[in-house]
């Protein structure tokens, strides 16, 4: 099993990795357009709305997952296509809605964030831009999700690799504008996004059609929405969204105790969760990986297989992960300077503690990653909803605010509660895996 979990996770680990450079090469090429400043505030409003708004998808993407591996694992083809039509039809539904409502709500929606004057310009420059388009993005990621269902990770790896190549020519000429191309900043990064994901959207058509992979078709055609099927995605998925949405209002909260404590604090703060993004990168594709497998193992009603998986999944998600923590831990420092923080001030010295604390929850989180994406693949995604839900608002915040400001350690004290509430969740997610109960599950 331990082989098949690695097969399987590579093509994630590395189409995971490319969506995190995606954004970085955005964010480098806008900090060197004129007015780079309020360009690049702008651009991390509007990314952050953007991902706030694309909670729904994710909701979707996991119970697509779900659904669809089960389907497979009982060998019931026809019916993982109908899912999977389906699928792609709420999909385009929902880039439709988002893009409406986004767009009305644009100018109040980032003024929540913080955006003022100065900044609110650039923001719109590359939020109703990528608006327009982002029924590409979720068409990317529900194509994605579905091939991973079906066991293969390779497809969706290749074409993203190609749309990721594609973004970084269509920046360079159009945010900057070289070749002949207008220099058109935060509008440029959206419109090469735009173009990228839909001629990745356009490669997986045509790769589909021609049998590339033969269990998928894509059929030009419109079904009638099944209700049962679109209750079961909703049911699924809407647990996954809000859990989603619960650890980025932690995170939210996090900074704003850091920011009435030390303004230096949510500078380093920001460099670590940067860092934490990609550390936890190889973890969340073993996850992923994971739940595609044991789907499929309980749509064949193989219980042991599930077991076998995640055992494997689990070796696999610690070992990586606690290795790149020693890394953490050993080369913080130097790890600090590549984001060109000088040596010896307080934004450097607190994000060397804050990544060093980091280090210490990467087992414990690697733990919570692997059993995560079993509960998601059994559909029992309410148990994992649980779980963090208690774990961030009722343990994460309350521990922050109490270590850094009534006991008065400050930065450090709010950063403490991360390893305490990774521990603490660890426990939870492994007492759920042996209550069983996510065998059950319906998907």
């Known amino acids: 099993m331990g082989r098949e979990v690695l097969d399987l996770a590579w093509p994630i680990i590395g189409l995971n990795i490319l969506q995190v450079l995606s954004l970085a090469v955005d964010t480098a090429m806008v900090g060197r357009s004129s007015n780079a400043e309020a360009s690049?505030?702008?651009?991390?409003?509007?990314?952050?709305?953007?991902?706030?708004?694309?909670?729904?998808?994710?909701?979707?993407?996991?119970?697509?997952?779900?659904?669809?591996?089960?389907?497979?694992?009982?060998?019931d083809l026809e019916t993982a296509q109908h899912i999977f039509q389906q699928s792609l039809q709420l999909t385009a539904m929902l880039g439709v809605a988002v893009a409406i409502i986004g767009n009305l709500l644009a100018v109040p929606l980032l003024q929540t964030l913080g955006a003022d004057e100065t900044t609110m310009g650039p923001a719109l420059d590359y939020f109703r831009p990528l608006l327009v388009g982002v029924v590409?993005?979720?068409?990317?990621?529900?194509?994605?999700?579905?091939?991973r269902a079906m066991g293969n990770t390779r497809v969706a790896f290749m074409i993203s690799l190609?749309?990721?190549?594609?973004?970084?020519?269509?920046?360079?000429?159009?945010?900057?504008?070289?070749?002949?191309?207008?220099?058109?900043?935060?509008?440029?990064?959206?419109?090469?996004?735009?173009?990228?994901?839909?001629?990745?959207?356009?490669l997986m058509v045509l790769v589909l059609r021609r049998g590339a992979v033969p269990e998928l078709k894509i059929v030009f055609r419109l079904r009638a929405f099944d209700k049962a099927v679109t209750q079961n995605l909703f049911r699924i998925g809407w647990p996954a969204a809000?859990?989603?949405?619960?650890?980025n209002a932690s995170l939210l909260l996090t900074v704003g105790l850091l920011g009435r404590i030390d303004q230096a604090a949510v500078g380093a703060h920001s460099i670590g969760l940067r860092v934490q993004l990609l550390a936890f990168v190889p973890g969340i594709g073993v996850s992923q990986a994971v739940g595609a497998l044991?789907?499929?193992?309980?749509?064949?009603?193989?219980?042991?297989?599930?077991?076998?998986?995640?055992?494997?999944?689990l070796w696999l998600?610690?070992?990586?992960?606690?290795?790149?923590?020693?890394?953490?831990l050993l080369f913080a420092d130097s790890i600090v300077d590549?984001?060109?923080?000088?040596?010896?001030?307080?934004?450097?010295?607190?994000?060397?503690?804050?990544?060093?604390?980091?280090?210490?929850?990467?087992?414990?989180?690697?733990?919570?990653?692997?059993?995560?994406?079993?509960?998601?693949?059994?559909?029992?995604?309410?148990?994992?909803?649980?779980?963090?839900?208690?774990?961030?608002?009722?343990?994460?915040?309350?521990?922050?605010?109490?270590l850094g400001n009534?006991?008065?350690?400050?930065?450090?004290?709010?950063?403490m509660a991360f390893p305490i509430s990774s521990v603490v969740r660890a426990l939870w997610t492994v007492r759920a895996y042996r209550r069983g109960t996510w065998a059950h599950a319906r998907a």
């Open 40 to 75: 690049l505030i702008g651009l991390g409003y509007a990314s952050q709305l953007m991902f706030l708004l694309m909670m729904a998808m994710i909701g979707l993407t996991v119970g697509t997952v779900a659904s669809m591996a089960r389907a497979r694992g009982r060998g």
């Open 136 to 147: 590409f993005g979720y068409l990317t990621m529900v194509f994605a999700a579905s091939l």
């Open 162 to 202: 190609a749309m990721n190549g594609l973004n970084v020519v269509f920046n360079y000429c159009l945010i900057l504008g070289n070749f002949g191309f207008p220099a058109l900043g935060n509008t440029g990064a959206a419109l090469g996004t735009i173009l990228s994901q839909s001629i990745a959207v356009v």
């Open 242 to 247: 809000l859990d989603m949405l619960v650890l």
């Open 294 to 313: 044991v789907g499929q193992a309980l749509g064949a009603n193989r219980l042991e297989d599930a077991r076998a998986v995640l055992r494997s999944g």
């Open 317 to 328: 998600c610690v070992g990586i992960m606690t290795s790149l923590g020693l890394v953490l």
């Open 338 to 402: 590549l984001f060109g923080v000088k040596t010896g001030t307080p934004i450097h010295d607190l994000a060397v503690e804050w990544m060093q604390l980091l280090s210490y929850m990467m087992p414990a989180s690697a733990i919570s990653i692997a059993i995560g994406g079993l509960l998601q693949g059994a559909g029992a995604t309410m148990v994992s909803l649980r779980i963090n839900a208690a774990t961030s608002i009722g343990l994460l915040m309350p521990c922050a605010y109490i």
């Open 406 to 415: 009534v006991v008065g350690w400050g930065a450090v004290g709010v950063w």
